[in-house]
């Protein structure tokens, strides 16, 4: 009886959290669908008649056509390039005896003791001397930079648990370095591959410091920018506002809910190196 | 060979991590005004400037609130919920998944929903209050400097705690039921369970999670530009956004970069000063 009791408890408060965790998103979407004066009235909990038309005149107005693209490309690049250069690395750390191993090891580590506060400042300076401020490369080359230090630990866990003789027996088949590295080695790392990449590209899809620092072309912009933008324009509405957001934040959602194992990973992952 | 493999990364890093690192520190003995090619060394001066900056050093106490509030609230929030997820059988998933879902939100989409629950009239939150007859409870959250901060520091909270859940489920799971089967043999009740099996076996767990929301905290940026952007006055402003308004807004980049290597140092001893604690309790 005691246990039946408390069970019910235990599960009265996780449902509470469970509430206080969605509710917030599920009123965003309630007050995008609201006119503007029953926004302001506060008096109604659900519009009386959904205005669906507000995610028109969010897209539209909001640019959300020029900036969710950009954000696409940003994205898939960075990832891509993480990926790239930190399995490579990751693989070398790993696998293969060379000097200065530790010095390097210690080094990815140093680096990601070093704090955004501490450097975005020279970042930018540094991006106003290459010409890189207002560039689509730039903002991913300093996109990778700021993934591969922990990505590059992640993967040199993976492929360190692999078995031992993997690249002997592939040099007896007459198989060289890089191409042993990239069909043999890669494909038996994907768990690894896939945690990096789906907690970078949630990193990356949200970046909101360097975007706002590095680009002051709406054409260039960042989603996460645009929006900032679209909220400072003139007089901004409420409702359309609202609904400029769920459009934004609607990708992530539904990447969250189809992959939310692998994020659950990749957080664990990253963390425990 | 390997030095082949190593090079993209190291190349990278050195570019555009390690460069500015240095260059911070040099900047921050330099005058720029963000645009102009010449920047020439100035002394002692930017820090000079910074040490009478009273924004900045508000700001460096305002911080230490979303630090308290990341590190004592949000890990036992975390800490806690977790260990409710834990018990029960039917739901995990579910729960889990929901308990993570701000998680995946970016700090404008975080600003945007709650300048909308917390907006003085049609805000939801001053409406429940209303309605439940507390409407001497009905605050401007955001606007008012009594609870400005505290509110941005609670959003802040709400926003993250479901990353140390996420790290204190997965090391919950990996506790060895052995040990709690030998607890019960021996009697123990749910608070020696959790005192001498649970707490002792997460305690890398909470070193990191402790580590990593206190880091987090600090540097919390974001989410207070896009709330209150610092205001009002300058009741929540934050170090990582007093930088940025120092150099973009001010055009005293400098004197940002002075801020920048204050603060960030600072940060840097914090989290050596940590790991190395945690290493020694092992």
Do not use: C
């Amino acid at each position: 009886m005691k246990g039946l009791a408390s069970r019910g408890g235990l599960y009265g408060l996780l449902v509470l959290a469970a509430v206080g965790a969605l509710f917030p998103m599920v009123w965003l979407l309630i007050g995008s669908l609201q006119t503007s004066s029953e926004l302001y009235r506060g008096k109604d909990l659900l519009p009386a008649k959904p205005q669906w038309s507000n995610y028109v005149t969010a897209w539209t107005d909001g640019d959300l056509g020029t900036y969710l693209p950009n954000s696409m490309i940003y994205t898939v690049s960075a990832v891509v390039g993480i990926l790239v250069v930190s399995s490579l690395a990751g693989y070398a750390l790993a696998r293969i005896e060379f000097r200065g191993k530790a010095a390097v090891t210690f080094a990815l580590l140093a680096v990601m003791i070093i704090p955004a506060p501490a450097s975005f400042i020279a970042q930018y300076k540094l991006m106003v001397m290459l010409g890189l401020t207002n560039s689509r490369l730039g903002y991913v080359l300093i996109l990778i930079s700021a993934g591969i230090p922990i990505s590059a630990l992640i993967m040199r866990g993976f492929f360190a648990n692999l078995p031992k003789d993997l690249e002997e027996a592939a040099a007896i088949d007459g198989s060289s370095a890089l191409n042993t590295f990239a069909r043999v080695i890669l494909p038996l790392a994907r768990p690894g591959l896939i945690a990096v990449a789906v907690i970078q590209g949630l990193a990356v899809w949200n970046e909101y410091l360097l975007a706002l620092v590095l680009f002051d072309d709406d054409t260039l912009m960042p989603v996460q920018r645009g929006l900032m933008n679209f909220v400072s324009a003139e007089t901004p509405v409420q409702n359309i506002l609202l609904a400029a957001t769920a459009i934004s934040v609607l990708p992530v959602v539904v990447f969250y809910v189809f992959a939310q194992r692998q994020v659950v990973q990749g957080i664990s992952s990253g963390a425990v190196k | 060979m390997a030095y082949a493999f190593l090079l993209p990364a190291v190349l990278l890093l050195a570019v555009f991590t390690l460069v500015p690192f240095v260059q911070a520190v040099v900047l921050s003995f330099q005058q720029w005004d963000g645009v102009s090619t010449a920047s020439p060394f100035v002394g002692l001066s930017n820090y000079k400037f910074v040490l009478h900056d009273t924004v900045f050093w508000s700001s460096m106490r305002n911080v230490l609130i979303f630090g308290v509030a990341g590190f004592v609230l949000g890990n036992a929030l975390s800490l806690g919920m977790a260990i409710a997820v834990n018990r029960v059988r039917r739901g995990k998933a579910f729960f889990r998944t929901a308990f993570y879902l701000p998680g995946v939100f970016s700090v404008v989409v975080i600003g945007m929903m709650f300048s909308w629950l917390l907006a003085p009239n049609a805000g939801i939150v001053n409406r429940l209050l209303g309605g439940v007859g507390l409407s001497g409870l009905q605050h401007n959250w955001l606007e008012d400097p009594g609870t400005a901060l505290p509110a941005v520091a609670a959003v802040f909270l709400w926003y993250h705690w479901g990353f140390g859940f996420i790290l204190y489920l997965a090391g919950l799971q990996d506790v060895p039921v052995e040990l709690y089967e030998a607890a019960d043999l021996d009697g123990a009740g749910g608070w020696a369970k959790f005192r001498y099996v649970t707490w002792p076996d997460l305690l890398p767990v909470t070193a990191i999670v402790s580590l990593l929301t206190l880091l987090g905290a600090l540097q919390v940026f974001g989410t207070v530009q896009v709330l209150t952007n610092g205001g009002p006055g300058d009741h929540t402003m934050v170090p990582t956004l007093r930088i940025y308004q120092e150099a973009f807004t001010n055009q005293r980049f400098g004197s940002a970069a002075a801020m920048s290597v204050i603060f960030g140092g600072a940060l840097v001893l914090l989290a050596m000063l940590h790991l190395w604690l945690s290493r020694r309790r092992k």
